[in-house]
């Protein structure tokens, strides 16, 4: 929308004689800083009539008792009215750039005849990827309301966390409603700030419908960001550890480090530098290093477990104000690769034309098996490619072994016919060869020429293409003549 950049309180409630001060907060961009900022009046044929401006224009009307003070390195102007009076109700809008078709944000203005004073609202900033904490008054101290934070639109204030158990989806891991104090006061921290954050929000106790008048909070979200982006998940597996660096502003002092374990906006501390160990993390989380100069420390968690899985916050906390940050934990199963020996498979290394070449296994996965497979060149080596670390290699021999173990009952029945058609091969060609040049010789001596004797039709039409298929083509060519018939020449 087109007032996304620009927001302030939508009600606002004065008393005859009385005075109201507003306050329009606005992104901190070059062009909102030094750009026109005005408040106007919206008539009954929809036009917003110009009160106040920063170019020096007021209104006749309200001239002596409006004023408009904009502070540009904040984000802010503020419009103050006094000496209300009963026609003063109505529709304004306070705005930047040209009255109705710049930014801008409409409000409604009660004036009533005893009306209770209005505080201002509550300005809280924080950089884009931070953290803020918003100091909730008290309310009731026995703790056992709910404790709620919503954000004010059009269609009132939606709800964003209560201590219930509920947590809107952008919210997710990245929001802590702090247990009440003593006094009934309590914090709201959040962080990985984005700029869709920026708004009013409330905070209080019990139900939305039944707080009377809780405080408005601006949080003002600054898109130029010095903190730069960190990953939001972390993997390990089951049984194994890892080590989280946490971050905070080494400038500022503070009191206390934490780690602390996220869930339904609430956060259970597991370890600070106090000492202090939650019962289930004993002897397997500790803070194991903290550098102050760079502002960070490193928390280690060991043996991790399934159900360590989910979202951790670094914490680090002075007076009221904490800084904090979030992370998404996953746990992965640790997982072997098998060989099946009745599916293995022998995968021949692809060779390459250079002589220095040999075969360097590649991990690919083939219906829950490990194959070696692929070629790698330009290496003299001639020792065996070493497998990547945790991948699984069954090498050609392995394979060939569990193969021709099944292929070992053949050998009987394979040898023999083997032999035999070795024999034929060699016997059939010589014998051949020994009757075609006697009956050559014969015709030879008879005819007088090299024409060949007619086919016989008797002749085992089988046999027959059994010779010409044995026939060594290099040292016996068929030939044809005119006649179609046809000659053997050696």
């Known amino acids: 929308p087109v007032s996304s950049a620009l927001y302030g309180p939508r009600f606002l409630t004065g008393e005859v004689g009385g005075s109201i001060t507003h306050q329009c907060f606005y992104s901190i961009i070059t062009a909102n800083k030094h750009d026109r900022k005005y408040w106007c009046k919206i008539a009954g044929s929809g036009v917003c009539y110009t009160i106040i401006s920063t170019t020096g224009y007021t209104s006749k009307d309200h001239a002596g008792r409006v004023s408009l ?124 700030l984005k700029t869709e954050d920026s708004g009013l929000y409330r905070c209080g106790t019990g139900s939305l419908s039944s707080w009377d008048s809780p405080p408005v909070v601006a949080l003002q979200v600054t898109a130029a960001s010095t ?12 049984g194994g550890s890892l080590s989280l660096k946490c971050h905070y502003d080494p400038e500022r002092n503070y009191e206390k480090k934490y780690l602390c374990r996220w869930k ?45 899985a989910g979202w951790y916050w670094c914490g680090a906390k002075n007076g009221h104000t ?27 290394p692809t060779l390459s034309s250079s002589p220095a070449a040999y075969s360097t296994p590649t991990q690919r ?3 829950g098996l490990t194959y070696a497979m692929g070629t790698v060149t330009e290496s003299t080596s001639t020792l065996p490619p070493t497998a990547p670390p945790s ?30 058609l070795i024999f034929i091969t060699i016997t059939i060609p010589a014998l051949t060869k020994i009757k075609l040049q006697k009956e050559i010789g014969e015709e030879i001596s008879t005819m007088g020429n090299l024409e ?17 298929e044995t026939l060594s083509p290099e040292k016996v060519q068929e030939c044809r003549t005119d006649s179609g018939r046809r000659r053997w020449v050696f």
């Open 69 to 192: 003070k904009d502070i540009p390195q904040n984000g802010t102007f503020t419009v103050t009215m006094a000496e209300l009076k009963k026609s003063d109700t109505g529709t304004y809008r306070c705005g930047i750039g040209i009255t109705s078709r710049g930014l801008y944000v409409s409000l409604n203005l009660t004036v009533l005849a005893d009306a209770d004073a209005l505080g201002p609202t509550e300005l809280v900033r924080g950089e884009l990827r931070g953290s803020v904490t918003v100091l909730c008054p008290p309310g009731d101290t026995q703790g056992g309301e709910k404790r709620f934070w919503c954000k004010l639109g059009r269609a009132g204030c939606t709800l964003i966390a209560d201590t219930n158990g509920y947590v809107g989806k952008s919210y997710q891991g990245r929001i802590f409603i702090t247990p009440q104090e003593s006094s009934g006061a309590f914090k709201i921290l959040i962080n990985d």
């Open 227 to 238: 903190l730069p982006k960190r990953p939001k998940f972390l993997s390990g597996t089951v």
């Open 264 to 308: 339904e906006a609430s956060c259970s501390l597991l370890v600070d530098v106090d000492g202090f160990v939650h019962e289930s993390y004993k002897g397997r989380i500790q803070i194991a290093s903290s550098d102050q100069e760079n502002g960070t420390y490193t928390v280690v968690m060991s043996h991790l477990r399934e159900e360590d």
């Open 322 to 348: 904490e800084h904090t940050s979030s992370v998404k934990l996953r746990i992965q199963k640790e997982t072997c690769s098998s060989q099946d020996p009745k599916t293995s498979t022998l995968v021949t």
């Open 365 to 367: 996965s083939i219906t």
């Open 391 to 420: 991948t699984s290699v069954t090498s050609p021999g392995e394979i060939y072994r569990e193969s021709s173990s099944h292929e070992s009952r053949l050998l009987p029945v394979v040898l023999p016919a083997l032999i035999l």
């Open 452 to 468: 060949a004797a007619p086919i016989r039709s008797d002749l085992n039409p089988v046999k027959e293409q059994t010779v010409e």
